[in-house]
């Protein structure tokens, strides 16, 4: 194989993994999470997978201000952000599922961990937290 027929596949190669990930973080922000509630844990289905156990943990709604200081591994376009983050006054790193940042969200602490979750509208938070309360019970 001739040095000029590298050189294509190789550009060839790079545009379409370079398309592709393209493609896989629009797709990625643009679908919500998928929530499920399994034996005391509430599993995040997303790019950034985890798992939150529930058994001793505080959780509440609240809508104080989220401050941002440091991305370590998610994504965020518009009012989306995913992954996990530092913020500000908070000394470890945080779990951030947010669809609506600068809104109403789920906040999650057990030791810690603190994870940070809403949704594309409010009825659907406050749903998803309705239901967190009543692992709790």
Not at 108 to 117: A, F, P, Q, S, V
């Amino acid at each position: 194989m001739g040095k000029k027929a590298t050189i294509v596949i190789g550009s060839v190669l790079i545009a379409l993994i370079t398309i592709g990930l393209f493609v896989w973080l629009a797709v990625d922000l643009t679908l919500p999470p998928r929530f499920e509630i399994n034996n005391s844990k509430l599993i995040v289905k997303d790019s950034y997978r985890t798992e939150i156990d529930l058994t001793n943990a505080q959780i509440s709604l609240s809508s104080d201000k989220l401050v941002l200081t440091k991305r370590i591994a998610g994504t965020a376009v518009g009012s989306k952000r995913k992954g996990r983050y530092t913020i500000k006054d908070i000394e470890t790193e945080v779990y951030l599922s947010i669809m609506r940042f600068g809104e109403e969200y789920i906040f999650i602490k057990n030791g810690d961990k603190r994870y940070y979750i809403n949704l594309s509208t409010s009825e659907e938070t406050l749903e998803l937290f309705n239901k967190l309360l009543e692992v709790k019970e």
